[in-house]
C-alpha cells in the first residue's frame, strides 16, 4: 500500500512508490500473490486528466491539523482515493496475508496511520508491515507511533530483511539493486509516466540531502540489461515519458552517453525527466 497524503499541498510531480513497485516484482518471481493499492493513483481521477508529460493533481478534502502544526494558517488537506474506495479494495482481499505499507516523506506518517485503521479492520489476521524513507530516516518517530500497531517495521533500503521475514531466501542477484528486476506497473489500468533508476546512491555527502543516510553505497544496473529494461517498460505499457529517480544521474557520463546513444538510434520517441536534477557540472556537449 501507499498511502495517501495529508499535507498543506501536493502534487503529482512524477510520484511513484518506486520501492513497492521493485518489491512486487520481486515477489512474483517467488510466486507469491502480490495486489496493489496506491492510494495516489489518478486512474481513480478522471475529472483531474494528466498533463502530456503525465503530471497532474490529486482530489484533496480538508483535515484537522495535528496539534504540532495549530499555529500555521494554511489549510490543512488528505491527497488520494477516496476512503470508500480503500475499504472496498481492503473487503476485496480480505484473505491476504502480509500487507506492506510504504511511507516516502517523512512528515506523510498520517497516511500511515490511517492505512493500518483499515486494515486492522478489514483485514484483522493480516501482519502489517512498515518500510520506506519515513521509518529508515525517522525510526525513532516511526517505532515510538506505530511500534505496537504493526507487526514488523523495516529500516534501510536492503530487501533481504524483508524477504526472510516473508520466509522467502533471498537469491544472490536481489541483494544488491543491480539485480533488481523492471518496477512493476501491471496493477495500473494506464501509466501516465514511467519512473525507474539507473543508480542508487551518491558519491557526494551534502549536508542538506538524506542520500548518503539511505544509500550509503552508490551501485548501478548494467548498461545493457537498463536499455533491456526501457524497451519492456515501453512495449508493455506503451508510456512515453520517462522519469528518473537517480540522485546522480550524469556521474557515470559514459555509461549515460551510451543509453541515451542506444535510445536516440532506436527510434522510440520517449520524453525524459529528472525531477531530482542532474549535476552541471557533467553536462558535457555530447551528454547535451
Same mark, same amino acid.
Not at 484533496?60 to 472496498?88: C, F, Q, T, W
Given at each position: 500500500v501507499?498511502?495517501?497524503i495529508?499535507?498543506?499541498?501536493?502534487?503529482?510531480?512524477? *510520484?511513484?512508490?518506486?520501492?513497492l513497485?521493485?518489491?512486487?516484482?520481486?515477489?512474483k518471481?517467488?510466486?507469491?500473490?502480490?495486489?496493489?493499492?496506491?492510494c495516489?493513483?489518478r486512474n481513480y481521477f478522471?475529472?483531474?486528466?494528466p498533463?502530456?508529460?503525465g503530471r497532474g493533481?490529486?482530489?484533496?478534502e480538508?483535515?484537522?491539523?495535528?496539534d !504540532?502544526?495549530?499555529?500555521?494558517p494554511? $489549510?490543512?488537506?488528505?491527497?488520494?482515493?477516496?476512503?470508500?474506495?480503500?475499504?472496498?479494495f *481492503?473487503?476485496?482481499h480480505?484473505?491476504?496475508d502480509?500487507?506492506i505499507i &510504504?511511507?516516502?516523506?517523512?512528515?506523510?506518517?498520517?497516511?500511515?496511520q490511517e492505512?493500518?485503521?483499515?486494515?486492522r479492520c478489514?483485514?484483522?489476521?493480516?501482519?502489517?508491515?512498515?518500510?520506506?524513507?519515513?521509518?529508515t530516516?525517522?525510526?525513532?518517530?516511526?517505532?515510538g507511533t506505530?511500534g505496537?500497531?504493526?507487526?514488523?517495521i523495516?529500516?534501510g533500503t536492503?530487501?533481504?530483511?524483508?524477504?526472510t521475514?516473508l520466509g $522467502?531466501?533471498p537469491?544472490?542477484?536481489?541483494?544488491?539493486?543491480?539485480?533488481?528486476?523492471?518496477?512493476d506497473?501491471?496493477?495500473?489500468?494506464? !501509466?501516465y509516466?514511467?519512473?525507474t533508476?539507473f543508480?542508487?546512491g551518491?558519491?557526494?555527502?551534502c549536508?542538506?540531502c538524506a &542520500?548518503k543516510l $539511505?544509500y550509503?553505497?552508490?551501485? &548501478?544496473?548494467?548498461i545493457l540489461?537498463?536499455?533491456?529494461?526501457?524497451?519492456y517498460?515501453h512495449?508493455?505499457t506503451?508510456?512515453k515519458n520517462?522519469?528518473?529517480?537517480?540522485?546522480? $544521474?550524469l556521474t557515470?557520463?559514459?555509461?549515460?552517453k551510451?543509453?541515451?546513444t542506444?535510445?536516440?538510434?532506436s527510434?522510440l520517441?520517449?520524453?525524459?525527466?529528472t525531477?531530482?536534477?542532474?549535476?552541471?557540472?557533467?553536462i558535457?556537449?555530447?551528454?547535451a
Amino acid at each position: 500500500v501507499n498511502p495517501p497524503i495529508y499535507d498543506f499541498a501536493a502534487y503529482d510531480v512524477w *510520484l511513484k512508490p518506486l520501492g513497492l513497485l521493485y518489491l512486487s516484482n520481486i515477489l512474483k518471481s517467488y510466486n507469491v500473490e502480490v495486489k496493489l493499492l496506491d492510494c495516489l493513483d489518478r486512474n481513480y481521477f478522471p475529472h483531474l486528466p494528466p498533463k502530456p508529460d503525465g503530471r497532474g493533481k490529486f482530489p484533496a478534502e480538508p483535515v484537522e491539523k495535528p496539534d !504540532v502544526l495549530k499555529n500555521i494558517p494554511m $489549510l490543512y488537506k488528505r491527497y488520494g482515493i477516496s476512503r470508500k474506495i480503500i475499504e472496498n479494495f *481492503l473487503k476485496e482481499h480480505n484473505d491476504t496475508d502480509f500487507v506492506i505499507i &510504504s511511507c516516502c516523506m517523512t512528515y506523510w506518517y498520517l497516511g500511515v496511520q490511517e492505512i493500518i485503521e483499515f486494515v486492522r479492520c478489514y483485514i484483522p489476521n493480516a501482519k502489517i508491515i512498515l518500510g520506506g524513507v519515513y521509518p529508515t530516516l525517522t525510526p525513532k518517530h516511526a517505532i515510538g507511533t506505530y511500534g505496537k500497531l504493526v507487526d514488523k517495521i523495516f529500516t534501510g533500503t536492503s530487501i533481504v530483511p524483508l524477504l526472510t521475514y516473508l520466509g $522467502l531466501t533471498p537469491t544472490e542477484k536481489y541483494i544488491h539493486f543491480i539485480g533488481f528486476p523492471p518496477p512493476d506497473y501491471s496493477e495500473y489500468q494506464h !501509466v501516465y509516466y514511467i519512473v525507474t533508476r539507473f543508480s542508487y546512491g551518491c558519491h557526494y555527502n551534502c549536508s542538506y540531502c538524506a &542520500s548518503k543516510l $539511505l544509500y550509503p553505497t552508490y551501485s &548501478s544496473k548494467s548498461i545493457l540489461n537498463f536499455i533491456i529494461e526501457i524497451h519492456y517498460l515501453h512495449s508493455s505499457t506503451q508510456c512515453k515519458n520517462f522519469v528518473f529517480y537517480d540522485d546522480e $544521474l550524469l556521474t557515470n557520463h559514459d555509461s549515460i552517453k551510451d543509453i541515451f546513444t542506444h535510445l536516440l538510434n532506436s527510434g522510440l520517441k520517449l520524453s525524459f525527466h529528472t525531477p531530482n536534477g542532474i549535476n552541471p557540472r557533467f553536462i558535457t556537449k555530447d551528454i547535451a
